[in-house]
């Protein structure tokens, strides 16, 4: 999301393009070894700030290529801009802050990610479930965010309620997807936990299949999330970060009912402060009642290194084994070569 700082009470506008192109070779495994796979995002972005505390935002996004799992046949998605070809308005908001900013409001189409269930410390990684735990099942994020409510209350500087209610894809607040979090900041550390709930409308799980015969009830599930920062001259770094996952749905409801994941990031490598290094890994385990169309858990470990070359480009080669990959019982443990190139203006 791009971002601008203004004075108070002064008009303000921001327009910017991003465009995010990875190339991945399946170097060993997988469903197709020895393949490259190439795709590209890109995301144009207009914000307009009113005065200090209203924001009107708005981005499109168009991707293009080929879904890189399809080729690994893991689960997860080991790139986050893995999709379907898509060509649409993505999100459009506004937001209003009160109170000194202790009470805001963010109503339109809006990427739940972008406000409940992420990993502080986790955006440099590609792979997707370091953004937000895939048990997170209906979640209304990349790539099809939602007409939504959503309140964030800051009982104190370092502790804040979040709140949002999400319409279903019929674009009916009845039968949504409603989200709620707890964040508390102590030094540096910083801790999440939440709960979740898409109501109404799900057909449950039974013996590998959906069964649409039986009522439709409510999925729900919780999730946390864990954070700091630390002091570190390993490697030449300026400091470094650390973060831990956590998520549980239930096994009627949900494909992916466990998750796991924990990484350690690395800043201003080798005296180059805007260079990053991570290593990180997420694990999971799928409900029982799938047992014939999904292998029982995956595991994907991850190692990047980000070279900013200048302001506004930088490379990010990126290595991961992913062990057991789950959607597809004839994927064999593959390892996955990315080189991504992230441009910004």
């Excluded at 601008?4 to 327009?15: E, H, I, K, P, Q």
């Excluded at 689960?75 to 202790?102: G, P, R």
């Excluded at 990959?325 to 443990?333: F, G, I, L, M, V």
Aim: with cysteine; proline share 3%; net charge negative.
């Amino acid at each position: 999301m791009a971002s601008c700082f203004c004075a108070a009470n002064t008009l303000a506008n921001s327009l910017s393009l991003t465009l995010v192109h990875d190339t991945s070779y399946v170097a060993s495994g997988g469903l197709e070894e020895r393949t490259t796979i190439n795709r590209t995002l890109g995301i144009v972005a207009y914000e307009y700030r009113i005065n200090d505390s209203t924001l009107i935002f708005a981005d499109a996004q168009v991707l293009r290529g080929n879904n890189g799992s399809d080729s690994v046949g893991d689960l997860q998605a080991f790139s986050n801009i893995d999709e379907a070809e898509l060509t649409k308005m993505y999100e459009v908001w506004v937001e209003k802050s009160f109170y000194e900013e202790s009470l805001r409001f963010k109503i339109g189409q809006v990427d739940a990610n972008n406000e409940f269930a992420y990993a502080e410390h986790a955006g440099e990684f590609i792979h997707s479930s370091m953004g937000f735990s895939p048990t997170v099942s209906y979640f209304p994020t990349y790539p099809s965010p939602r007409l939504s409510v959503n309140a964030f209350y800051s009982a104190t500087q370092n502790t804040q309620l979040s709140i949002g209610h999400y319409a279903n894809q019929n674009r009916s607040f009845s039968n949504g997807f409603t989200v709620g979090q707890w964040t508390q900041h102590i030094g540096n550390v910083t801790a999440a936990i939440g709960g979740w709930m898409q109501s109404g409308d799900i057909a449950p799980l039974v013996e590998n299949e959906v069964d649409e015969s039986m009522p439709p009830q409510d999925a729900s599930g919780l999730f946390a999330t864990l954070s700091g920062e630390f002091g570190s001259r390993l490697f030449a770094a300026q400091n470094g970060s650390w973060f831990m996952q956590y998520g549980q749905s239930s096994d009627t409801t949900s494909e992916i009912d466990t998750h796991i994941g924990a990484g350690i990031t690395w800043y201003g490598m080798n005296n180059r402060k805007d260079d990053v290094l991570g290593l990180g890994i997420s694990h999971i385990t799928t409900s029982p009642l799938v047992a014939s169309q999904y292998k029982r858990d995956e595991t994907a470990i991850e190692l990047f290194y980000r070279f900013q070359l200048t302001d506004n480009l930088a490379l990010k080669p990126d290595i991961q084994f992913i062990a057991n990959p789950a959607e597809d019982r004839e994927a064999k443990d593959a390892l996955v070569l990315t080189m991504r190139v992230e441009l910004s203006i």
